[in-house]
């Protein structure tokens, strides 16, 4: 029997893929996913039952010298939904577009938007206006909550985008902030009936095509994250003090903080930067115990690791890229901890490959999570022999559904499977290995930025004639993205051209995706269609590292 929606706005709902384009997603694989009622809201199992259940005076969130315990957060987050509902005429179904970096009130706010039975939509504060025009456009968004001091983009993004109706600005001293507003509405709020299955987030990702994908996700996805990796693997739990480095608009950062933190009754010790020296203090200060981070950041606090105590940690999570040895070891042999690895994919919400204690094995990512059947399959769908090269495909309790996409659903499920784009190898003891991207995506100190998203926007710049962007080995964030780029007069380009380029991306896009490397070229190796091989680039970028001992 399907649940009716709690959506009076039905868009999401009406350009959601249609079930049987689903993947197949199994709640009956573990006791708590099976348990699940087929009607709950989210924000209430996050906070209100974890006021409920004895954690009230608990510490919720710390940043900087502000602390919000679960109960004052819960007041905070009733008062922005009544702000939404009485003043805006918010029905549940309707987006919101969320810009901020880490901050309580990004917090309150999702949770807010969640428990008015709406799609909560969070956005990197480097995103640029062409950016959050297209996402507020794909996704037919008519609210915005915004730190002050990203007004700029959005502002601009509001004029070009018709369905943006009310922005609410907080972190402002002046009458219309969103905290002024909040001071008198209710702190009690009735959260709306969702059902099980009603989308809760979208987290945009950009896929090989350069095109932001809608990635779909309910308010039992969010719970089953949690409760598959976290519970299983990470295991936090009440007391835990959580912090790391992740942005809480990457879905990695989103759950770690939110879903993975308040679902085990623990604190979130919340930074604007995540820096390694910011990350080092706080878990020294606060006696952090458990941090979340991504290999590539953890490489980078090595360096100074030493000089700060980390004894209090637990355990500690690198996600987004994998896990070299040499960084597993180094920093366990500082703070005594084994680092998880894991690999999870926007599609899927978070990580569903992993290993913790005994069963972590350096250099592979681990096995599958409990809740999760992961294969390496090769051209005809048949599992690889162990130690062979395939493409990973996944099935569990979460799944991939794109917002308005059938041609790309269709492409990415296959008789019931996921298929991830990640080429991997497994070995007899079920361990997997990740070996690269089946397209055109370049991992960069665990970002995924789109060759081609890049490509497209120096393609605008007057000097560029031609321009095919890859990955290049990189020390110290695994690859950097790299411009090849044939100029339109040859005898006028130089050093300065090449500041005017990555100046140009930053301006347009988000700044983490600029090319780091710009090489000036002749021609570019193309197929016999006339195809830029991308390939052959990488290949040519390879060889050029393991020349100079990168690799």
Known sequence: MIEPTSHVDTFIRDN?????????????????????????????????????????????????????????????????????????????GERVLIRSGNHPMLIASWLAVLKAGGVAITTMPVLRERELVYMIDKAKVRFAISH??????????????????????????????????????????????????DPAIIGFTSGSTGTPKGTLHFHRDILAAADCFIGHVVKIRPGDIVCGSPQIAFLYGLCAFIADTFRFGATAVLLERGTPEAVLETIEKHKATVCFSTPSGYKLMLDKARDYDLSSLRECVGGGEPLLPAIFNEWKEITGVEMINGL????????????????????????????????????????????????????????????????????YIQDGWNKSGDLCRIDEDGYFYYEARTDDMILTGGYNVSGLEVEAVLLEHPTVHEAAVVGTPDKDRGQIVKAFIIPKDADSVGEETVSELQDFVKSQISAFKYPRSVEFVDKLPLTATGKIQRGALRQLERERAEEAGII
């Open 344 to 411: 999870g994919i926007s599609e899927l919400l978070h990580i569903f490959i992993s290993a913790s204690g005994d069963d972590i094995k350096p250099g592979a990512i681990g096995k599958a999570v409990p809740g999760f059947e992961v294969r390496v399959v090769d051209e005809q769908f048949e599992d690889v022999k162990p130690g062979e090269t395939g493409l990973m495909v996944v099935k569990g309790p979460n799944g991939c559904r794109y917002l308005d996409d059938l041609e790309k659903q269709k492409a």
């Open 16 to 92: 959601m893929p249609a079930p049987e384009l689903w993947p197949e997603m199994d709640y009956s694989v573990l006791p708590e996913l099976a348990d699940y009622p087929t009607r709950f809201n989210i924000a209430d199992v996050l906070i209100d039952q974890q006021v409920a259940a004895g954690y009230a005076d608990t510490a919720a969130l710390i940043f900087g010298d502000v602390t919000w315990t679960y109960t004052e957060l819960m007041d905070r987050a009733n008062q922005i939904a009544n702000v939404l509902v009485e003043d805006y005429g918010f029905v549940p």
């Open 148 to 197: 002050d001091n990203l007004a700029k983009d959005i502002d601009r993004a509001q004029n070009g985008a018709p369905d943006l109706e009310h922005i609410l600005y907080f972190g402002a001293d002046r009458n219309d902030a969103l905290e002024k507003i909040m001071e008198g509405k209710s702190k009690t709020f009735e959260n709306v009936d969702t059902a099980a299955d």
